[in-house]
Structures are given as C-alpha cells and as structure tokens.
C-alpha cells in the first residue's frame, strides 16, 4: 500500500498570502489529522476529518481551515499567512477517528518571508 | 496541566554504543504512551505504544518502559547505528469520554557519529 502523500513538499509564501496544502490517506484509511510542528512548540494539533466532517479541533486560529473530500483525501488552507506560520505541516491518516494508529505524511515545509 | 517533558533535548553517541532518553508526563486520564522516531525530513514513525498495565516492550534494537507510578518512560537504544540519527518524540494519549487527547513532547535529537 503507498503510504500517506503530501504535496508540495516544499512551499514559500510571503505575509498575507494564503496557502492550501493537500494530503492523500493511505487507501481504506478514512480519517485524516494535521499537525503543526515548529521546533519550539513541537507538534500541535490542528483539526480531524472523518466522512467529510471535522471532528476533533485544535487551538489554532480561524485562519486556519480544512476539508475533506468523498475520497478521503484532505485539503487545509492557512489564509493571511504571519511569519510565524512557517512550520513544518503534517498529515496523519488512520483508519477510523479517534484511533491510536496514525501514519504521517513526510510533511509540507512552509517559509513565510 | 497535561505536559510531556523529554530529556535530554539532544544528544551525541558514537555509533555501536547504548543510550537512554527520558519521556515524563502529567496526563490524566491516562490512557497509553507511544515512541515515535522522525528521521529528518520525514514525518514520525511508531516504534512502540505502551498501556498502563505494560512496563517493557521492545522493538528490535529499542526497548521502551513504563512507570505509570511515577510516570515516567524511557527508551532504551541498543548497539546504536548511524540510522538511528532521528527526533525521538513521545506522546501520551488521553482519553475523556470518546474524545482522544495527544499530548506530545518537544523530542529529543539524537545524533549517531562513527
């Protein structure tokens, strides 16, 4: 089975732009959970989608934003982009929400100048 | 407060010898803790998940334990190699209800030098 894609891997956007990353699950996984990790804070909970709904939310701004699609397949956006927003941006899929297992993505590196 | 502590924040060993990096937590309700590894560039992988009622389990050359009393856990690398130049992130999970709850840790890097 491939394992869970993210792209781009590699992003560098300026203050106040927007930004919108993408994951693919790994196939029959139906849940889809994105990280922030910065090496300061480490990684941090955004939000979980599960049938095209979130379901579990983190302590992050209402700039930040997800979906996800029929697929399973998820999108998150990062709208008016600070300088601290640069991290580096995880995606987890497993098979069901709320499960233990999660596998990553190897992760979307954003620079904000 | 739910906190995950790791120590040391980083660290450098020759490459055939042994280390032991600490993980300690106040997470309630406990409900299990898991090592992940991240290699560089790379998002972590799961190399063991321990339960309350677990105090030693192992995996290949990594061996990780439990001490719920205390609440501490460590894990243990054995015959270190270059390959095991990661992040070691621990994370324990709590569960309320039917709502999960990971607390991570900062990591701590490890560095393997021939």
């Known amino acids: 089975k491939a394992g869970v894609t993210q792209t781009p891997r590699y992003l560098i956007k300026t203050r106040g732009q927007q930004v919108t990353l993408s994951c693919s699950p790994i196939?029959?996984?139906?849940?889809v959970s994105w990280y922030q990790q910065t090496p300061g804070q480490g990684l941090q909970f955004l939000f979980e989608?599960?049938?095209?709904?979130?379901?579990n939310k983190g302590n992050f701004p209402g700039r930040f934003s997800g979906r996800q699609f029929s697929n399973s397949r998820s999108e998150m956006n990062v709208s008016t982009l600070e300088l601290g927003d640069s991290a580096l941006y995880l995606c987890?899929?497993?098979?069901?929400?709320?499960?233990?297992?999660?596998?990553f993505g190897p992760g979307t590196r954003l620079l904000v100048l | 407060k739910n906190q995950v502590e790791q120590s040391p924040q980083s660290l450098i060993i020759l490459e055939g010898k042994n280390c032991t990096l600490q993980?300690?937590?106040?997470?309630?309700?406990?409900?299990?803790l898991r090592w992940y590894k991240q290699d560089t560039g790379r998002g972590p992988v799961s190399l063991t998940i321990?339960?309350?009622s677990e105090n030693t389990k192992s995996n290949g050359r990594y061996t990780a334990t439990l001490d719920a009393d205390t609440k501490q856990s460590s894990l243990h690398i054995t015959a270190s190699q270059l390959s095991d130049s990661a992040s070691y992130i621990c994370?324990?999970?709590?569960?309320?209800?039917?709502?999960?709850?990971?607390?991570w840790g900062l990591g701590t890097s490890l560095a393997v030098n021939p």
């Open positions: 987890a899929s497993s098979l069901e929400v709320n499960r233990e297992t999660q596998y």
């Open positions: 196939s029959g996984h139906r849940s």
């Open positions: 989608y599960f049938s095209e709904t979130q379901r």
């Open positions: 993980c300690n937590y106040t997470v309630s309700p406990f409900s299990n």
């Open positions: 321990m339960t309350f």
């Open positions: 994370v324990v999970s709590a569960n309320a209800g039917n709502n999960r709850k990971l607390i």
